[in-house]
């Protein structure tokens, strides 16, 4: 009975510890983003001194153009073209990347088969296929779907595969001594076991086609951040030019942010369902 007591007068400060922990770290990634925005400002009005063109990459610079690019250059337009082919991209990553991962995952003979060419295929840049991209498809939104796909696949293929190999081995046998189909095997125990790790690759997957994106954009497209960055250049217009990096800087860290949110919570309903 005491003990029970003694765990229930203790379990608000035990609620009370994350909180505080969570709001020490909101407050030092504030402050350090602070801090990273006042040396900006530092080493801009430095350059200034000898470069007057370097005064237009300020920050206050930045957000004083961001009005006019969201009214004359339709920056939302760019933002909802770039997002799109992001979830193009991903979506035929996913397509691809996630079934040969679970067969790699499967087959310990596909996996010796196919490992060598994979790791090859890995360690190209996604941008040496540039050219080759432009040849095939074609100049226009095709090229950059093929270079975004490619981009993305090896994250999710990678952890597809080992989310399949360390599957719980106990759920395995206990839908097998069910007399489990394979489609229930499927649904039931392999798609929760490794969701959280095919979560982990797309959050890998974002962050690579987020890096991606811009270059591929400027392959002929008339749309996009990676084309509005290229058309502020040639208007000579580096504010704007700054705020667009800035646009994309923020997009990417909420894509991040959205990945890493789901995933945590995924991973945690997991943990509960394997206790």
């Given at each position: 009975m005491s003990s029970v007591l003694v765990r229930e007068a203790s379990s608000p400060a035990r609620r009370r510890?994350?909180?505080?922990?969570?709001?020490?770290?909101?407050?030092?990634?504030?402050?350090?983003?602070?801090?990273?925005?006042?040396l900006w400002w530092l080493a801009v009005t430095l350059l200034a001194g000898h470069n007057a063109m370097a005064a237009q990459f300020a920050p206050q610079r930045a957000l004083e153009a961001l009005?006019?690019?969201?009214?004359?250059?339709?920056?939302?337009?760019?933002?909802?073209?770039?997002?799109?082919?992001?979830?193009?991209?991903?979506?035929?990553?996913?397509?691809?990347?996630?079934?040969?991962?679970?067969?790699?995952?499967?087959?310990?003979?596909?996996?010796?088969?196919?490992?060598?060419?994979?790791?090859?295929?890995?360690?190209?840049?996604?941008?040496?296929?540039?050219?080759?991209?432009?040849?095939?498809?074609?100049?226009?939104?095709?090229a950059v779907y093929f270079l975004l796909a490619f981009a993305a696949v090896w994250p999710l293929v990678m952890s597809t595969a080992s989310g399949v190999a360390h599957l719980d081995q106990r759920w395995i046998q206990l839908g097998e001594s069910l007399a489990a189909t394979r489609a229930e095997m499927l649904w039931h125990i392999y798609v929760p076991g490794v969701a959280a790790h095919v979560l982990t690759g797309v959050r890998l997957?974002?962050?690579?086609?987020?890096?991606?994106?811009?270059?591929?954009?400027?392959?002929?497209?008339?749309?996009?951040?990676?084309?509005?960055?290229?058309?502020?250049?040639?208007?000579?217009?580096?504010?704007?030019?700054?705020?667009?990096?800035?646009?994309?800087?923020?997009?990417?860290?909420?894509l991040d942010l959205a990945a890493r949110a789901i995933a945590a919570r995924l991973s945690s309903d997991v943990a509960v369902r394997d206790q």
């Open positions: 510890a994350p909180a505080s922990a969570h709001w020490r770290s909101v407050a030092l990634g504030v402050a350090g983003l602070a801090a990273t925005l006042a009005p006019a690019l969201i009214t004359s250059d339709q920056l939302l337009v760019h933002v909802a073209t770039s997002l799109k082919r992001i979830a193009v991209g991903l979506a035929w990553a996913v397509v691809v990347g996630v079934p040969l991962g679970f067969a790699i995952g499967r087959l310990r003979w596909l996996e010796q088969t196919l490992s060598p060419t994979l790791q090859f295929l890995r360690m190209i840049s996604p941008l040496a296929w540039m050219p080759l991209a432009v040849m095939s498809p074609g100049v226009g939104d095709r997957a974002i962050g690579i086609l987020w890096i991606v994106l811009v270059p591929a954009e400027m392959l002929g497209v008339s749309a996009g951040l990676g084309y509005l960055i290229l058309d502020t250049r040639d208007r000579l217009a580096y504010s704007e030019l700054t705020a667009v990096i800035l646009v994309i800087g923020v997009l990417g860290f909420l």
